[in-house]
């Protein structure tokens, strides 16, 4: 079966420390994978993708992510974070057999503490 | 730009009551467009999506219908709710069928059935 797996259900840092939210996917073909960010009853809001070629993908808010094809991973990063990061993050993959379909991961919370 | 609406922004009903939840697009034509669930303020379950008006296919078999009367609108609705029904409801929209291309959601709608 394809799956994304977020293997940690919280994740907490210091403000100004380097941040990480890892994620890990099984899918067949090349994947396409995305990282989002929901705060507390609002949306899902997107935050970067990789499609192909250059394996850093920089997004919004001075996230960043690296898809590692042989790890099978795509690790959110961030150098510094703020509190205002604090937020559910969700990775997800696109399938290039699929037309519509994402599969999500159960989300990682980031509680980042002054 | 593109931006997604969604009304109402919270409801409580009764259990047996009926639901309408819907979802409107501007900023684009022919989108497609998505429902989920999100249960329990984590995972993700993609309900319903449509590429085209009156074109709905549906992920899971349950007590809900979808519906796209309009190019850009798309409706959620239940005859009888179950308590099973309450969670977040998000609508999401994206330009194409591709795998890659992203999908970008609505601020949700919170369901409580009673």
């Known amino acids: 079966a394809q799956s994304v797996a977020q293997p940690e259900d919280q994740v907490n840092v210091a403000e100004g420390n380097p941040l990480t939210v890892k994620c890990t996917y099984s899918?067949?073909?090349?994947?396409?994978l995305f990282w989002y960010v929901q705060y507390p009853n609002r949306g899902l809001q997107f935050l970067l993708k990789?499609?192909?070629?250059?394996?850093l993908v920089k997004g919004s808010y001075g996230f960043e992510a690296e898809f590692n094809k042989s790890q099978t991973s795509f690790h959110l990063k961030k150098p510094s974070a703020l509190v205002s990061d604090s937020a559910l993050y969700f990775c997800?993959?696109?399938?290039?057999?699929?037309?519509?379909?994402?599969?999500f991961g159960s989300g990682t919370r980031l509680l980042v503490r002054p | 730009s593109q931006t997604i609406h969604q009304w109402p922004a919270t409801l409580v009903q009764p259990v047996g009551s009926p639901l309408s939840l819907e979802c409107t697009v501007e900023g684009t034509s022919n989108p497609n467009l998505y429902w989920y669930r999100q249960a329990a303020g984590r995972g993700l379950q993609l309900l319903f999506y449509s590429v085209g008006i009156g074109q709905i296919s549906s992920e899971v078999p349950q007590n809900l219908s979808a519906s796209r009367p309009q190019d850009r609108q798309f409706i959620l609705s239940s005859k009888k709710l179950l308590l099973s029904d309450s969670g977040f409801y998000l609508c999401a929209w994206s330009r194409t069928s591709g795998g890659s291309d992203t999908q970008y959601f609505g601020p949700g709608t919170r369901l409580t059935v009673l």
């Open positions: 899918v067949s073909g090349n994947p396409y």
């Open positions: 990789y499609i192909t070629g250059d394996n």
């Open positions: 997800a993959a696109g399938l290039m057999d699929s037309s519509y379909k994402l599969i």
